[in-house]
């Protein structure tokens, strides 16, 4: 969908102004730009139903990971389940924007790249069909109302194509490491599974907690859970393919209690290679087409080789690393303490959220969406999601993870 949109009554001067109070809007809401991109970061449904509990060999828990690790499927098709609930304010559409606008600066361009397309992914229940016929052909389509998007990657060629707008965008497959660390949400339970174990360390707890059937495969269920307290973290769970070793479901429950932030997985799943044609496309006739070279620099995000490469594996950030590493954070940005409970911080110069009087109807709107809280450090003001907080001190600091408001606050008063 165009970020954008205006009737013919609506001057260009008009059009400009919106846009310059969504720029604005999206620079200080921060419950959803922050929060939305550290969220992708994690994994991104409603749970998918086991059928039975298969009666498999014993495995400990470190070759169960082990058996992960080691897994090399190179060709599947499938259907995946994907739906999140973070808990967000509803902001009556305004946080579909801003998370458009956090992975493609500013939302502007074609509907059709992947780098915001896909960052829909990060809130609500979406189903997706996959097919992976080695590191060099991928697609993933996204299926919605009577619409579908598609991103496809097949050799050196990356295609984005939105029926709903008729848009097409079209890229060249990254081959430098550099550029394969801007990588979009995670969309498979391989890519989030692989996220969660880089978390492995002294601080969790790993365990194997039975069996269960996902997709009409037996599979082992892993357990992981911070051993921390003041993480948001409940646990995650992921369903292991007893043959394969892929990960065909990842659930992670909030410490807090009820229903799954997360929960994906596949409803189907066929190993074996799919047709050649699959990964065949051709602009529509009337298609816009926007070329890669031809968006700003700043808009690209690398899709093509990590799809089929282990992506999160490779690029995603463990607990320990930071919220918000593994889709690039702000210059400056660092991280305090280790583990479950690492908050990553920066400056942004000076510039807090405007609040009561001072920021005027913007300001009382931004204070019904936080919480006002006060230490050492002065007084700023809480975003609380069901996963991810973040707190923004009056004076422009920033502090963001996985851990309670509580926390946020010691780190500020820490950091002073």
Known sequence: MAPYASDDSTT???????????????????????????????????????????DLPKITA????????????????????????????????????????????????????????????????????????????QKLSLLENAAEYSVIHNGKDVWGYDSKSNEVYHGISAESPERGKDQQPPATPKDFAQEALKAVDDTTSVTVDGTAQVAGRDAYKL????????????????????????????????????????DVGFTKVDFAGPAASTFDFTPPKGAKVTEEKDTPKSEHKGFGEDFGKG?????????GEGVGKGLGGPDGMKTIGEG??????????????????????????????????????????????????????????????????????????TGK
């Open 62 to 137: 470190q070759q169960l990971i082990e058996k992960i690790a080691k897994s090399d499927v190179q060709q599947l098709s499938g259907t995946v389940k994907i739906s999140t609930d973070l808990g967000l304010p509803n902001l009556g559409g305004l946080e579909s924007s801003l998370l458009s606008g956090a992975a493609g600066q500013g939302g502007e361009g074609s509907s059709a790249d992947p780098s915001a397309k896909l960052t829909e992914l990060a809130s609500g229940t979406h189903t997706l069909r996959v097919a992976v016929d080695g590191p060099d052909r």
């Open 340 to 413: 479950w409970n690492a908050i990553a911080t920066f400056d942004t110069g000076g510039e807090g959220v405007p609040s009561g009087k001072a920021g005027g109807e913007f300001g009382g709107f931004l204070d019904s969406l936080g919480d006002k809280v006060h230490g050492e450090f002065g007084s700023g003001t809480v975003f609380s999601t069901r996963l991810v907080n973040a707190l923004v001190t009056d004076d422009g600091k920033v502090y963001a993870g996985l851990v309670t408001k509580d926390a946020l606050v010691k780190a500020a008063d």
């Open 223 to 262: 357990v992981v859970q911070p051993k921390q307290s003041g993480s948001t973290v409940g646990a995650i769970t992921v369903a292991v393919d007893a043959k394969t070793g892929m990960p065909l479901k990842f659930t992670l429950t909030p410490a807090s209690g009820g229903a799954a932030v997360v």
């Open 12 to 54: 260009a001067g008009e059009v400009d102004e919106q846009r310059s109070g969504r720029r604005k809007a999206a620079r200080y809401v921060v419950p959803v730009t922050v929060v939305g991109v550290a969220a992708a970061t994690i994994g991104l449904v409603p749970a998918l139903a086991d059928s039975g509990d298969p």
């Open 311 to 319: 992506g999160a594996k490779d690029h995603a950030p463990g607990a």
